[in-house]
């Protein structure tokens, strides 16, 4: 079913709480990228092969996911703000602590420690913008990737600067930007109250049991086996120093979030979420493809890393607004049991292609496996097209529902503007 005539909200009109909570997305995202520029390098300093220091991805990502399934039942207990806290505040301290080390093993396991504090952050901050929200939440989802693209698109350029100094710099790096962005926490998001109702440890596997929900995160873990093998495997055979890789991911970065927050959701209101999905989710994996057959041609590797990002940003908006419709269960649940599910995907990719490049010496195999998966990921989604169907009409009867009020809204502070000006002379 098409959307073509569901109102898009404007994801830039939200409360402060919003924007404090966004702009700490923002710093948390860069962490991802800064690390990407140094990965050769940290292979060459560290005498390590690329499957050893891609276990740098792979013990972050399975760390949060596991982690995410415990998100929930912490800021039931303790609140969202307090559990932002505590997320934000174990990121600075591994962060830190992974710059420290002085080798492989030791930044992988200070990692893992900045995966559970990357989970709490995640999952909850998602929670908190959705339900702070002014505009209805697809405007919030828009909002929450399009932090997620700007601090994709930044990180790897501040991550090439701060390595080509030392590769400890972006371990320092992502140090001080989160300590900015507990701040802000601390100081510009409201305490929230405790939830009446506790969830429990197993809520986000049982809410598995929906079929649209599972399937949305079997979908994800595919598609993000052939994201995380570029991000965590692409860097080689690009051949760039840190300064030259900071800026092919951030053109990368920056499509990301042009085609999260404008492109998306007019993808999915003309066509729908469906065939929005199904048509983004093959041109990535010919993407993907193309650069598996000229993995030899460095230029044709740059430009597919970087039009990457065009099928990226779209589907982690549209993907993402999805789960939150396509399941009766609360959003908080519903996007930890996604979480954990695709991040189980991120983190074993990166391993496998460096295990896959060294079985069969060629750095051709894991871009052939990450397009395989993401293929895989369009068949696993046809199993749930009467569910995306229903998340599509759910979203259009929401958008619909909050619209009047954002009207009442507006109407309310242009006139509080109005008597403002009419004090003011």
């Not at 830190?96 to 990357?118: E, H, K, P, Q």
């Not at 895989?376 to 009047?404: F, I, K, N």
């Amino acid at each position: 079913m098409s959307s073509a005539h569901a109102p898009v909200s404007n994801p830039f009109k939200q409360p402060k709480a919003v924007w404090a909570v966004a702009f700490a997305c923002v710093i948390s995202f860069m962490g991802i990228g800064l690390v990407d520029p140094i990965l050769p390098a940290l292979s060459v300093k560290l005498h390590a092969t690329p499957s050893q220091v891609s276990l740098l991805f792979t013990s972050y990502l399975v760390v949060t996911a596991v982690a995410m399934l415990v998100t929930g039942w912490v800021s039931s207990r303790i609140g969202a703000k307090r559990t932002l806290i505590v997320g934000l505040a174990l990121i600075v301290v591994f962060a830190a602590l992974a710059g420290t080390s002085g080798s492989i093993g030791g930044i992988v396991g200070f990692r893992a420690g900045w995966g559970l504090g990357n989970a709490l952050f995640i999952a909850t901050s998602l929670a908190v913008i959705v339900a702070s929200s002014s505009g209805g939440f697809a405007g919030a989802i828009i909002l929450y990737e399009t932090a997620l693209g700007v601090g994709i698109a930044v990180g790897p350029l501040l991550g090439g600067v701060l390595g080509g100094i030392s590769w400890r710099g972006p371990f320092y790096g992502v140090a001080v930007l989160m300590g900015i962005a507990l701040i802000a926490t601390v100081t510009l998001v409201r305490p929230t109250p405790t939830p009446a109702k506790k969830t429990s440890v197993a809520a986000p596997i049982k809410a598995l049991r929906h079929r649209g929900l599972l399937v949305l995160g079997l979908t994800a873990l595919f598609y993000n086996w052939g994201f995380f093998t570029l991000l965590g495997y692409a860097p080689y055979p690009m051949e760039l120093n840190e300064h030259q890789l900071g800026l092919v991911f951030t053109g990368w970065g920056i499509l990301v979030a042009v085609f999260s927050v404008f492109a998306a959701p007019r993808l999915q209101a003309r066509f729908g979420i469906a065939r929005t999905l199904y048509a983004n989710l093959i041109l990535f994996s010919l993407d993907i493809l193309v650069m598996a057959v000229f993995t030899g041609n460095r230029v044709v590797v740059i430009c597919g890393m970087i039009v990457a990002g065009i099928f990226i940003g779209v589907n982690n908006t549209v993907t993402t607004q999805a789960v939150m419709t396509i399941s009766p269960v609360e959003r908080p649940i519903a996007s930890a049991s996604y979480g954990f599910i695709r991040f189980i995907g991120g983190g074993l990719a990166p391993f496998v292609a460096g295990k896959l490049a060294e079985y069969f010496d060629s750095q051709h195999a894991p871009f052939y496996m990450g397009a395989a998966a993401v293929l895989l990921s369009v068949v696993v989604l046809a199993t749930a097209h009467r569910q995306l169907g229903e998340a599509e009409r759910a979203q259009a009867a929401e958008m619909a529902a909050a619209a009047p009020a954002a009207a009442q809204r507006e109407e309310l502070e242009e006139a509080a503007l109005a008597e403002d000006l009419g004090s003011a002379t």
